[in-house]
T-cell receptor, first 116, second 112 residues
Framework: EAGVTQFPSHSVIEKGQTVTLRCDPI?????LYWYRRVMGKEIKFLLH????????ESGMPNNRFLAERTGGTYSTLKVQPAELEDSGVYFC??????????????FGSGTRLTVV | GESVGLHLPTLSVQEGDNSIINCAYS??????FIWYKQESGKGPQFIIDIRSNMDKRQGQRVTVLLNKTVKHLSLQIAATQPGDSAVYFC???????????FGTGTRLKVLA
């Protein structure tokens, strides 16, 4: 099966601009997650979708971040306006509904965001 | 993709030796743990998991040990190979939640 696909792999934007990251989960995976790793630190949870619904968005840092998953397929994460501290690697992951995350997720390769 | 962090704790081992990577987890209620391997330019990849009702689990060349008393997890890699060079993360979660808490990561360097 195809893996989790993220686009773009790299993005360099100026402070104040808008960036939209996209994630295509594995087909049939109802659960979709966004995580990020900032400044080489630990990977932190941002939010969790079940199909098109936000199940848990407790990790979203502020209202400059907006995640959507229309139709329950791919997801987008928009940062508007971007700030310097948003730089990092944004990972998307997916899992099947029935395993509740056990066995781990399948992660994408990440989008490296650099805000200058 | 992502390059390996420059300021991570680093473990350097000689090829063929055994590696031990340690992790202190934060939540005493966590009941499921995973070790992930992240190579440069790739996302984290599942290596091995363990439930809290176990204290040891073995896979192919890897063993995970869990000490709930001191909230400590370790990953042992036998006969370390150059392909094992990566950043290793432990992750914990609690039944009823889909959210994982990741450790800061350890960079493993295998010396030829």
């Amino acid at each position: 099966e195809a893996g989790v696909t993220q686009f773009p792999s790299h993005s360099v934007i100026e402070k104040g601009q808008t960036v939209t990251l996209r994630c295509d989960p594995i087909s049939g995976h109802d659960n979709l997650y966004w995580y990020r790793r900032v400044m080489g630190k630990e990977i932190k949870f941002l939010l969790h979708f079940v199909k098109e619904s936000k199940q848990d968005e407790s990790g979203m840092p502020n209202n400059r971040f907006l995640a959507e998953r229309t139709g329950g397929t791919y997801s987008t994460l928009k940062v508007q306006p971007a700030e310097l501290e948003d730089s990092g690697v944004y990972f998307c992951a997916s899992s099947r509904a029935q395993n509740r995350g056990l066995g781990g997720y399948t992660f994408g390769s990440g989008t490296r965001l650099t805000v200058v | 993709g992502e390059s390996v962090g420059l300021h991570l704790p680093t473990l350097s081992v000689q090829e063929g030796d055994n590696s031990i990577i340690n992790c202190a987890y934060s939540n005493s209620a966590s009941d499921y743990f995973i070790w992930y391997k992240q190579e440069s330019g790739k996302g984290p990849q599942f290596i091995i998991d363990i439930r809290s009702n176990m204290d040891k689990r073995q896979g192919q060349r890897v063993t995970v040990l869990l000490n709930k008393t001191v909230k400590h997890l370790s990953l042992q890699i036998a006969a370390t190979q150059p392909g094992d060079s990566a950043v290793y993360f432990c992750a914990e979660t609690t039944s009823g939640t889909y959210k994982y808490i990741f450790g800061t990561g350890t960079r493993l360097k295998v010396l030829a």
